[in-house]
């Protein structure tokens, strides 16, 4: 196979909430138009894994899920450091795009959230990494859990070999999105964006379809953690 046309890896995470008087709601966000074969689609935040993420030093500034226990998730056929990169590439773009930053201190308590961690805000394009380095921040693998692997086909491009992740948000928090990253965003409960795709509403792509439709058969967010949260490995 052509070297340009291998799937390149990504990772998405799919942001949950309860809703009220019960079930589940997922943040949706738009992307620009202008992205090849998903413009306009609504989606979860994610994107492309990079180089860096798959770094030792991020695996060292990673806590919650070791980089063997990625590579036991997600297949031997990765090295640990790579398997590890998807759950890194997934917090990374989650920040990026909502704000939202799973991350803990070195004595593991709660990355705190405002602030000077939201000068992306007003920078547009704070170093993710750099900003791990100087707060002294890790990763909080543990705050994803594994949910599911999807292929784009071989005729679109990029072709991505993405993984999603679910992960709840944090109480007291609220994506701020960045009109560089998301072109429009809304909480909804799964069954009722199925029912707005269905009109022709809320365009998507089968991936986040498929993933709406497992999460309608959930009664609340409780419930959807026990599923998945179970499965992952330390």
């Keep these: 196979m052509n070297p340009d ?101 070195e004595d593991g308590a709660a990355a705190p959230m405002g602030g000077r961690f939201n000068e992306r805000a007003s920078a547009q394009s704070l170093d993710f990494y750099a900003l791990l380095e100087r707060e002294n921040l890790y990763c909080d693998a543990s705050r994803l859990a594994y949910f599911s692997h999807w292929q784009t086909p071989p005729q679109f491009s990029p072709c991505c070999d993405a993984r999603f992740f679910v992960a709840p948000l944090p109480e007291g928090h609220a994506p701020v999105v960045m009109p560089l990253e998301v072109g429009h965003s809304l909480w909804c409960a799964p069954d009722r964006a199925l029912t707005l795709f269905a009109r022709g509403e809320l365009p998507m792509l089968f991936p986040t379809f498929a993933s709406l439709r497992t999460l309608a058969d959930f009664d609340d967010l409780r419930s959807v953690l026990k599923e998945y949260q179970s499965r992952q490995l330390k």
């Design 5 to 105: 046309r291998l799937p390149k890896p990504a990772a998405a995470v799919i942001l949950l909430r309860d809703a009220e008087p019960r079930g589940i709601e997922v943040f949706l966000c738009r992307g620009p138009r202008t992205l090849p074969h998903a413009g306009g689609s609504y989606g979860f935040p994610g994107g492309e894994v990079q180089m860096k993420d798959c770094a030792e030093s991020l695996a060292r500034r990673c806590r919650g899920l070791s980089a063997e226990g990625a590579r036991a998730i997600i297949g031997a056929h990765f090295s640990p450091r790579d398997a590890l990169g998807f759950w890194i590439a997934a917090l990374r773009e989650l920040y990026a795009a909502t704000g939202i930053l799973l991350a803990v201190t």
